[in-house]
C-alpha cells in the first residue's frame, strides 16, 4: 500500500468507543482428533481493559529465554483485569504492583503471551477463559499472589510439558495463594492435552486457593466458554488431579457433603452461566454441535448446571488447521439464533450487536435470586468485543522451534487474518507487538483489522464476501509458504545449525506479518472506495451503483408510506400496502382509488 493511501486511511477513521466486557472461547483438539495428527489450543481473548504489563490487551509480547542467577526472586505482579477490585489491600492498585516474589529457576524458556501465556518454545500450549465462582477474593500482598495470567506465563517459563505445567499451576496456587475471578487453563503438549479450573479459596483467612486438573482422551475434543467444565471429581481417577484439601474445604463451607455422594465441581464453587441464559453454554453447544452433528445436541440449554453438553466430544470428522479456524467465526449461522438475519440485524445482514447493561457478566444468579433481564443476545463465539484470538498448534512430527506455531489473529475472529508466529522465531512483525485502544494507530496489526470489522458493519452482507476472500487467500498462502519453511529449517536443525534454523524462522515470522498487513490495508483502502457513502463504487471502472435497501426491510420500516402518490393521508389510511420493485403507469389525474388497484 501506498504512503499516500496508507496516510488517508490514518484520517478517515475516528476513535471507536470500546464498552467493558470479559468473555473469552476455548477448544482443545487432540492429535487423535485432528486430520494430520497435530495438537490444537485455540483461544478468543475478548477482555477489555488493561492486563498484567499496564498496557492494553490488544497486543503480542515475546519473551526470550533467560539465565538466572543463584537465588534470584520472579516477581508476580497484579493484574487489574483479573475481576478483583483491589490489589495488595489498597483500592484502584497500581497494575504493576508486585504481589510477592516466587523462587526463580536456573533457566526460563522463551515464549509468547499477551493477557495470557500462549505457546512456548518447547511447544507447550496455553489458553485461557473467565468464569464466574461464588467466591472471588481480592488480591492480597505475600498472601493471595497469583491469578491465571501469571500462572500461565510462569508455567510456560518452566515446563515443556502439559501434565507437568498443570502440576506447577497447583502446586502455585497451594503455596502462594489465588485471587480474582474463576479461571480455566487450558495446557498442551504435542501428544498430550490439560484442563485446569481455579477459584478463590472459600476462606478469606486462607491464602490458597481450589483447583481441579482433567486430562482430555486423545481423539476428543474440549470446549470451554466462561462456565466451568469440569463436574464429578473421583478420588483416585488417573486422569484427574486437584488440590489436596478440596474435599475438606468444600464440607467445611457446607458446599459439599460425602452424603451429597460425588463432589460436582461446577455445582459446588460456581453458579454456572457468566452473564445470562445463552451466554456460555450456548457457545459450547455451537462447537460442540458443528464438530459431532450426529449427538443431536439441543441448542436450547436446560440450566446452568445441564449435563446436556459433554465435557468432551469425538468429531464426526477428523478437524484439519482450517477447520480449527473455522471454529472461531460463527455467529450461529444457519441456526434459530442466526445472528446475521432478520430485523436487529439490519438490511446488510449485520451479524454484530452492540452491548448493554443485559449483557453485563454481573451475578444474575446467586444462592437467593436469579436477575430475570429485560433482553439481551445471545453471546457468539466470534464478538464484537474480541481484542485477538489465536490457535497455537504442536506437531510432534518436527523439532519443537519448528513444530510449534502460533496462529495469531488480531481483533475480532470472523474477519482476522491467522497469522503464522513459529515456537523458534525470536520476534514478531512490529504491528503485533503494538497497539492501544485510545489511540488509532493503523500501523499496528489490532487496528488495521478492527477498522475493516466497523466498516464492513456499513454494508456487512457484501463486504463480507470481498474480506473472507482474502482472508482465505491470506491464510492458504501462508500455508504453502510455511511447508517450505518447515523443510528448510528442520534440515538446519538436524545439520547442527539451531542459530540459522531461529533466523530463517524468526525471519519468516516477521516478514509474513508484515505482508499481512500491508494486504490488509490494501483490502481496507478497496473497501473504502467501493463503499463510501451508501454507494457501490467500481475501482476499475469508476461505475456507480445506486442499490438501496431490500424489500423485506423497506416493508418491515414501513416503506409503503414513501412517496408513492400526493395523497400522504390517503395512503396512510389504506393499510395493508406492502412494498413492491415494480413501478406502474397511472394516469396523470387519477384519484387515489383508482391508483391503489394499480398498485
Known sequence: MTVFLRSALCLFVASLVVSNAAACTVFAITPGASEDGSM????????????????????????PAADHAPGEKRAIVFDPDSGSDTAGGASGGDSRMVLGYIDQVPHTYAYYTGSYGMMNEHQLLSAECTEYAKVELDAAEGKRIF????????????????????????????????????????????????????????DPEDGGGLWVAERIPDGEVF????????????PGNPDQIYSNELFDKLEKAGLWSPADGSLDWLEAVSYGEYAHPYYSLMRVWRIQDRLAPSLNLSLYVENSYTKAYPFTVTPDEKVNLTGAFSLFRDHYEGTEFDLSTGKAAGPFGNPYRYLGPA??????????YME?????????????FCSYSYVAQARSSLPDPVGGVLWFGPAVAYETVYAPMYAGSTNVSAAYAAGDRSKYDCDTAYWTFDFVTNWAMLRYDAMIDEIIAKQGELEAESITLMQETDREAAELIAAGDDEGAARLLTNFTVTRGDEIIDEWHGLAGTLIVTYSNGLITDPATGAVEEPGYPGWWLNETGYQYGPRV??????????????????????????????????
Open 40 to 63: 490444537y489450543v485455540g483461544h478468543t481473548n475478548d477482555g477489555v481493559g488493561k492486563d498484567w504489563r499496564n498496557i492494553d490487551d490488544i497486543s503480542i509480547l515475546y519473551v
Open 147 to 202: 491469578y491465571s495470567s501469571e500462572l500461565s506465563n510462569v508455567a510456560l517459563e518452566r515446563c515443556t510439558k502439559a501434565r507437568e505445567a498443570v502440576k506447577l499451576v497447583g502446586d502455585l496456587i497451594d503455596t502462594y495463594g489465588y485471587y480474582g475471578t474463576g479461571e480455566t487453563l487450558v495446557f498442551a503438549d504435542p501428544e498430550e492435552a490439560w484442563v485446569i479450573e481455579i477459584c478463590s479459596s472459600l
Open 223 to 234: 470446549v470451554a466458554a466462561n462456565e466451568f467444565r469440569t463436574r464429578e471429581v473421583v
Open 359 to 368: 449483557d453485563a457478566h454481573t451475578d444474575f444468579q446467586n444462592a437467593s
Open 372 to 384: 430475570v433481564r429485560p433482553g439481551a443476545n445471545p453471546r457468539p463465539v466470534s464478538g464484537v
Open 566 to 599: 400526493y395523497e400522504l393521508e390517503e395512503l396512510h389510511a389504506a393499510g395493508g400496502l406492502n412494498y413492491t420493485a415494480n413501478t406502474v403507469l397511472v394516469p396523470k389525474n387519477a384519484t387515489f382509488a383508482e391508483i391503489r388497484e394499480l398498485i
